[in-house]
C-alpha cells in the first residue's frame, strides 16, 4: 500500500479555482491508479476523477466534467485534481484513494488507500 496526503483545500468564490494535491509515499506508486472521491456533509461520498497508473486513461463523473482535469507526475509521485469554475455545489471533503493495477474503478470500496481528505469550500 502507499500512503497518500491530500493538501491545496481551502475557501474559494464561485467560478475560482483550486488545485488538489495527492502526494504519494513508496517507489511504487507509479503502478497505482488513483481516484478522486468528495463527500459533502449529509451525502454519500461520490466518485469524481480517476486516473490510470500511466496517465494514460482518465475519467470523470459527469458533475465536474469540463471543469476538472486530473492528472498525475510519477517522477514526484503526485496526483492533481485542477478545479476550475467552481460553484457552491463543489463544497465538500476531497478524498484522493489508489488501487493497483490499471482499471479505474468508480466504487471506493475497490481502493485500498486513502488519504485524510481536504476541505473545499465554495462560497456564493
Known amino acids: 500500500q502507499v500512503q497518500l496526503v491530500e493538501s491545496g483545500g481551502g475557501l474559494v468564490q464561485a467560478g475560482g479555482s483550486l488545485r488538489l494535491s495527492c502526494a504519494a509515499s513508496?517507489?511504487?506508486?507509479?503502478?497505482?491508479?488513483v481516484g478522486w472521491f468528495r463527500q459533502a456533509p449529509g451525502k454519500e461520498r461520490e466518485f469524481i476523477a480517476g486516473?490510470?497508473?500511466?496517465?494514460?486513461?482518465?475519467t470523470y463523473a459527469d458533475s465536474v466534467k469540463g471543469r476538472f482535469t486530473i492528472l498525475r507526475d510519477n517522477g514526484k509521485n503526485t496526483v492533481y485534481l485542477q478545479m476550475n469554475s467552481l460553484n457552491p455545489e463543489d463544497t465538500a471533503v476531497y478524498y484522493c484513494?489508489?488501487?493497483?493495477?490499471?482499471?479505474?474503478?468508480?466504487?471506493?470500496?475497490?481502493?485500498?488507500?486513502w488519504g485524510q481528505g481536504t476541505q473545499v469550500t465554495v462560497s456564493s
Open positions: 513508496g517507489r511504487t506508486f507509479s503502478s497505482y491508479t
Open positions: 484513494a489508489a488501487k493497483n493495477g490499471e482499471l479505474i474503478s468508480r466504487t471506493g470500496k475497490n481502493y485500498n488507500s
Open positions: 486516473i490510470s497508473w500511466s496517465g494514460g486513461i482518465t
